[in-house]
């Protein structure tokens, strides 16, 4: 009776278990990166919902007046939030962080009236907020409208300039990983050669001698993925421990993308290696099996 690929033996044990032991490693790097892409993206959306529109309003316009542009840009659809602020609030907020009392020296309001307006995440980019200017100030009653050009334009550059080095490290990182897992997962099946070629002589197709072997890989993925990830879970608390405020902004979601993440690359990289190495010896003629 042939051997099955599973059987469990001392020298299969220790193949899986070297096999795990890489898998998990490599996809501990992957899912760090995978982390690192999320917190990159959760970082720059916390940063364009701070993107605040301030539009002033003519000093002399009375309330029906700001209620009908109120709704103008409530009703838009750029529009997440807006928020009105009296000409006596804006002086007042000013007086507090100048720290000088100025109003009634004065005599008047500086400061005209205002609503500020915050936009949805999508429609951030310096672009958008050109044409959202424009629209705005073209509404009746709108003496001006600000934006934190160059806040955003030097956002948009910094993402630029990091995103290429990143795409290409972690392609590179991708490469890697394969490589490694393939080699690995190679000198695991090594050992079954011969049962390979018994198979193929004895009138197995390639399918049915690759399915225990793919179902195999798959399994070690999975349970390589579920280590990673636990290692990284370890890691994050660790990190936690040092710097709490850098994870706030972590929530099941993000644990989620990146369990999902982890996993699929996981079976994903498994398989493929599997099925590589697998095919390997199958087209190997039998002189060269020694």
Do not use: C
Request: glycine share 6%.
């Amino acid at each position: 009776m042939s051997k099955s690929p599973f059987k469990t033996s001392r020298s299969n044990w220790s193949t899986s278990f070297s096999t795990i032991v890489g898998m998990t490693l490599t996809l501990t790097m992957l899912g760090l990166l995978t982390l690192l892409a999320l917190f990159g993206n959760e970082w720059q959306r916390m940063l364009r919902e701070q993107v605040v529109v301030q539009v002033f309003l003519q000093q002399e316009m009375d309330e029906p007046g700001v209620a009908r542009v109120k709704k103008i840009i409530d009703t838009a659809k750029y529009t997440q939030e807006a928020m009105y602020i009296t000409s006596e609030q804006a002086s007042r907020q000013m007086e507090e962080e100048l720290g000088e009392e100025f109003i009634e020296f004065l005599g008047y309001l500086p400061v005209p009236p205002s609503i500020d307006v915050k936009l949805k995440t999508e429609f951030t980019s310096l672009d958008s907020l050109q044409w959202i200017s424009e629209q705005i100030g073209a509404i009746e009653g709108v003496k001006e409208v600000e934006y934190q050009r160059v806040l955003l334009s030097k956002l948009e550059q910094n993402i630029r300039r990091l995103s290429l080095p990143l795409i290409v490290f972690a392609a590179l990182l991708l490469l890697i990983a394969v490589a490694l897992i393939n080699n690995t997962i190679r000198l695991s099946i090594f050992s079954k050669r011969f049962l390979i070629k018994s198979m193929q002589l004895v009138g197995a197709t390639r399918a049915f001698i690759r399915r225990p072997f793919i179902l195999k890989g798959i399994w070690l993925g999975i349970i390589s993925g579920l280590l990673a990830f636990g290692v990284i879970i370890a890691l994050l608390g660790l990190f936690r421990r040092i710097s709490g405020e850098l994870f706030e902004t972590l929530d099941i979601q993000t644990f989620a993308k990146l369990f999902g993440a982890v996993m699929a690359l996981g079976i994903l990289i498994a398989w493929i290696s599997t099925h590589m190495a697998v095919n390997k010896y199958i087209r190997l003629r039998q002189d060269q099996l020694y």
